[in-house]
């Protein structure tokens, strides 16, 4: 177990919108230590993605255009391609393109569009919030037929690296929706336990001081597993009821203690990791989650309080959310 392995494995249900592979062909893969996992009905394999063949490239600038804006519209005819995108989430407002803001969406599209030679529209798998992570998000967009993806590719990350980068670009199947056609969301937190912050790890972790008890965290973190309302753990959206439950079925989660030599670490410092996976997630679900399992591990809350919020659904009664920057999306299962 490594600080930036994709975490544990994530068993793929049938969600709405999701699709099969057409051979109906299953997978298990096992957990990692300290994980618990439920198995939704069915299980399947993503679509084989089909390798780019693009011939016409594309080049790094836009001949000429002064800005984004004044590139043409995309052709009528299309093609759909998947990003496999990561970034550091520390210099940004979050990952939805906002007005006036700097956004993983907004300096994305406009790298893509400056090599594209036209104005392109993105869709995500899951819009991270302001200074969290990611290493596994992924986005399809539709550019012009023939773009070299391999040209793409090495081009945006010119543009955007290392605070952006395009781990990998291909054609996307048939109907690929990089948020319906997903059918599991991967996040991992990072909880640096000792009585003074790591200057290296500080902007990829939250330092809590110890003793953090590693048994009671995983004890209340086995109640998440299953389909629950969590309310309680969620920032509601403006114009939405208090009252209106909000469904999510968690697949996996757990926490892990990332091995880590005297060297590397403080004397009684120890560096923790929480994984969970669920069909979706709402605005400050897994940071709400961290922000009470630490309490738990402190010994100020029970892991049965886990449980009561749950079935409460009271958000007043829920500790502030962890920081944002321990949080990390790690991958998306399709």
């Not at 529209?121 to 037929?145: F, I, K, M, N, S």
Request: aromatic share 4%; glycine share 10%.
């Amino acid at each position: 177990m490594t600080l930036f392995d994709p975490g544990p494995a994530v068993p793929e249900g049938s969600e709405p919108g999701s699709g099969t592979d057409g051979a109906g062909r299953r997978t298990r893969r096992p957990a990692a230590p300290g994980v618990t996992q439920i198995e939704p009905a069915t299980q399947t394999e993503p679509a084989t993605q089909a390798e780019p063949a693009g011939t016409a490239g594309a080049a790094a600038a836009p001949g000429g255009a002064a800005s984004v804006d004044e590139l043409p519209a995309a052709p009528a005819h299309t093609v759909r391609i998947r990003l496999d995108v990561a970034y550091d989430g520390s210099g940004f407002r979050g990952f939805a393109a906002q007005p006036g803001q700097r956004t993983v969406a907004g300096v994305l599209l406009d790298a893509v569009a400056t090599v594209a030679r036209h104005r392109v529209e993105l869709t995500c798998a899951g819009r991270t919030d302001a200074g969290v992570h990611a290493r596994g998000q992924v986005v399809h967009l539709d550019v012009a037929p023939g773009t070299d993806l391999r040209r793409l590719v090495k081009s945006v990350n010119a543009l955007l690296g290392p605070a952006v980068v395009v781990r990998r670009a291909t054609v996307a199947p048939d109907g690929f929706d990089a948020r319906h056609s997903a059918r599991a969301r991967r996040y991992r937190y990072l909880v640096h336990e000792g009585d003074v912050p790591d200057p290296l790890l500080a902007p990829l972790a939250w330092t809590v001081p110890g003793p953090l008890d590693l048994r009671a965290l995983r004890a209340g973190a086995d109640a998440l597993l299953g389909e629950h309302d969590f309310r309680a753990f969620c920032r509601r959206a403006p114009g939405t009821s208090p009252h209106d439950p909000i469904p999510r079925l968690v697949l996996a989660c757990g926490w892990t203690e990332i091995p880590a030599s005297v060297s590397d670490l403080g004397p009684g410092e120890r560096l923790l990791r929480f994984d969970i996976a669920a069909n979706a997630f709402c605005h400050q679900m897994v940071r709400s989650i961290v922000g009470l399992l630490v309490e738990v591990g402190r010994r100020r809350r029970r892991a049965a309080d886990v449980h009561w919020l749950l079935v409460s659904g009271d958000r007043s009664q829920a500790p502030d959310p962890a920081p944002s920057q321990g949080l990390c999306l790690v991958g998306v299962d399709y």
